[in-house]
């Protein structure tokens, strides 16, 4: 499938990099051209006394954020992935999807959306109302962000260039496809 027909794009990253910057640099630059971005960015604090830091979700427009990492102590082990804060975060997404955005950033299709869970609803809604996605997915999730997929998915290099692009093709042939409806 070529990046010009593909709704759903993910930065593909290995485990020590990230892809939030990236994300977060290519919805400014969206938005300064006047592009409508809803979405999420991730951020992530470190914490004394805690055996991984803070991890947030944030609002692209308004900086509301969410805290989806649950604070379990200095010796975890184990997931730290909070369901009810993400189930929060989910259903804010799917009202953002009211306003009918050009384009929805995800910050991660992960171990929750892998599960089936997490902000799975809100990319299969984008999808089905034919709103371009672009998420980020670590190495250790991307079979199951194939199947998820299906064929129907880009994969990005995280450069700023090619994930501009590949956006503004995307909503282009997004507006194309809305106004032939």
């Not at 794009?9 to 938005?31: G, K, P």
């Not at 991730?42 to 991890?55: F, K």
Request: with cysteine.
């Amino acid at each position: 499938m070529t990046q010009s027909f593909a709704q759903l794009a993910a930065i593909e990253f290995a485990q020590d990099e990230a892809a939030d910057t990236l994300l977060e640099d290519v919805a400014r630059q969206l938005q300064k051209r006047g592009i409508k971005v809803v979405g999420l960015i991730q951020r992530a604090q470190s914490e004394e006394g805690q055996c991984c830091g803070a991890v947030f979700v944030e609002d692209i427009v308004s900086a509301k954020s969410w805290q989806i990492m649950q604070p379990l102590g200095q010796h975890a082990r184990g997931c730290r992935l909070n369901p009810q804060e993400l189930a929060s975060v989910s259903v804010w997404a799917l009202n953002e999807l009211q306003r009918k955005p050009d384009i929805l950033f995800l910050n991660r299709f992960g171990k929750g959306e892998a599960d089936g869970g997490g902000l799975r609803s809100v990319f299969e809604a984008a999808s089905l109302d034919g709103i371009p996605v672009l998420t980020s997915v670590k190495e250790a999730y991307v079979p199951a962000w194939d199947d998820f997929a299906a064929g129907l998915a880009v994969s990005l290099p995280p450069e700023l260039p090619e994930v501009l692009s590949w956006c503004i093709t995307a909503i282009e042939e997004a507006r194309l496809k809305t106004s032939a409806a």
